[in-house]
């Protein structure tokens, strides 16, 4: 079973679609953190919802709480997550909040069973190990391989 870890383009560097796992699985949790080889400041939120995927920055870009702890509601069709610290709302499709604040929102697609996302960096439902980030790091920002 794919972990996410997986990318099918065959490097880390760029924006690309990341393979994050079958579809069936996924759809089983409203919402799963996506750990990013590029660390903490990049993870993402993978949003299951009313039978749509939907990708987001995983920390709330007012203080930085836990998007994926937040509750989601709909409200005048539009699918909202609520940051659990401070309570502000961003559209899940656009990343609009009802204040001045923006979060990134990543595209999203399903393919033969699997869900892809894509980000600039590799994805994986487990964590990274730290060596294995911190040489990640370094290779993306090289421009030839070690």
Known sequence: ?????????????????????????????????MYSSL????DVCLFYVKGEFFAM????????GPLCEGDIEEADGVLQVFCPWHDYD???R????????????YEV???????????GSRLSLEPFPADQKNS????????SPS
């Not at 383009?9 to 996924?26: K, Y």
Request: aromatic share 6%; net charge neutral; with cysteine.
């Open 1 to 33: 079973m794919a972990s996410g870890s997986g990318d099918e383009e065959g490097n880390a560097e760029g924006v690309s679609w990341r393979l994050i796992g079958p579809a069936a699985g996924l759809s089983k949790k409203r919402c799963r953190l």
């Open 109 to 119: 697609k399903l393919e033969d069973g699997n869900v892809y996302v894509k980000h």
């Open 136 to 143: 990640l790091s370094m290779t993306a920002s090289s421009s």
């Open 57 to 64: 920055d995983a920390r709330c870009s007012h203080s930085g």
């Open 94 to 105: 656009t990343g609009k909040s009802g204040t001045s604040l923006q979060q990134q929102v």
């Open 90 to 92: 961003f559209d899940l």
């Open 39 to 42: 660390g903490y400041d990049s």
